[in-house]
């Protein structure tokens, strides 16, 4: 039976990489919450998906002081940002065109979350059987040094909580996994993988090559092998990249197959079948009906114990400090 992810939260249903929307995922009930994690100027850490504020999910509402030379904020890198201008956002809305007009809820005045929040949110919540798969943004071109403190205020701040044995880290940059397992051998990591990053020659992979698993090159397999060798225990491929041979071999190593985005019904159960350990989704909502059709056990809703699903903070997001 398949893990429920809720993607970004309840990407579909609520804000997504928000406290609603994470809360709304709960109130779902799910086996884990997905959700981004990066940095800020001033060596902070939010909860957001994109490198940079994204008008898609963002929008400006006033500078953090006046004459800020850096409002409006939208466009520019998170790195550009400190915490305090960050707080002045909202990230309750989508803008059109919205994929998810018909099922996703606004939830206006919704700050971006920092991580430590998100993890307040967790532990107040009373999720205790919710894992926490969380994903750490970098790109290529980050230098080593700040990959590394990514990873290690993550781990820090997972820790503080006593979140670090519910906790997984991701990464489409291999580099994270490497610095986790230095930093916490303890707390599984999870290769995350796509067409654009198992390529040859890809900066994505720790310096890794999909021509030295030539072996496996032929069956689409050789991106298990390499998540294998560097320690992670799951591997999460786009959809598009799952074939029975994939997890077959995944399995075969000894990792799990969580495979990521996958919103459609009759995908979902194709991919049960196939026997998979994970399904990310943006309606967690939809695959629970699709398992429990199944007959599989269900994780059990959390009864949020707040009105509005976020504690004492709805609809406006809790003080960053």
């Not at 009373?126 to 980050?142: F, I, N, Y």
């Not at 080593?144 to 990873?151: E, I, S």
């Not at 994780?299 to 004492?312: I, K, N």
């Amino acid at each position: 039976m398949p893990e429920i992810h809720g993607h970004r939260g309840a990407r579909a249903l609520r804000p997504e990489n928000t406290l609603p929307g994470l809360a709304h995922a709960l109130a779902i009930g799910v086996d884990a919450v997905e959700f981004d994690v990066t940095l800020t100027a001033d060596s902070g850490l939010i909860v957001a998906h994109d490198l940079t504020a994204d008008a898609t999910t963002i929008r400006d509402t006033q500078p953090s002081a006046a004459g800020d030379p850096l409002f409006p904020y939208m466009g520019k890198p998170w790195s550009a940002l400190r915490l305090a201008q960050i707080k002045t956002l909202d990230a309750g809305h989508r803008q059109p065109p919205d994929p998810f007009g018909d099922t996703f809820e606004a939830v206006p005045a919704t700050g971006v979350p920092t991580l430590d929040q998100v993890c307040r949110l967790i532990t107040e919540s009373g999720a205790d059987q919710v894992m926490l798969s969380v994903e750490l943004k970098t790109r290529p071109s980050w230098r080593p040094k700040d990959v590394r403190a990514l990873t290690e205020s993550a781990l820090r701040i997972l820790a503080a909580h006593d979140l670090n044995g519910r906790a997984r880290i991701l990464g489409f940059d291999w580099r994270v996994l490497e610095f986790a397992q230095a930093a916490n051998p303890m707390v599984p990591r999870v290769a995350l993988v796509e067409p654009t990053t198992w390529v040859t020659g890809s900066a994505w992979l720790a310096g890794r090559d999909p021509s030295d698993y030539q072996e496996h090159s032929g069956s689409a397999t050789g991106c298990a092998a390499a998540a294998r060798d560097l320690g992670a225990a799951w591997l999460s491929p786009w959809d598009a990249m799952v074939r029975p041979e994939l997890v077959a071999a995944a399995h075969s190593l000894r990792m799990g197959v969580i495979v990521w985005t996958v919103n459609n019904q009759d995908r979902m159960a194709e991919l049960a079948e196939l026997g998979v350990d994970g399904i990310v989704t943006d309606r967690p909502d939809l695959l629970r009906s699709v398992l429990g059709e199944r007959g599989d056990a269900l994780p059990p809703p959390c009864e949020l114990p707040w009105a509005g699903g976020v504690p004492g903070w709805a609809p406006h997001p809790p003080p960053i400090t």
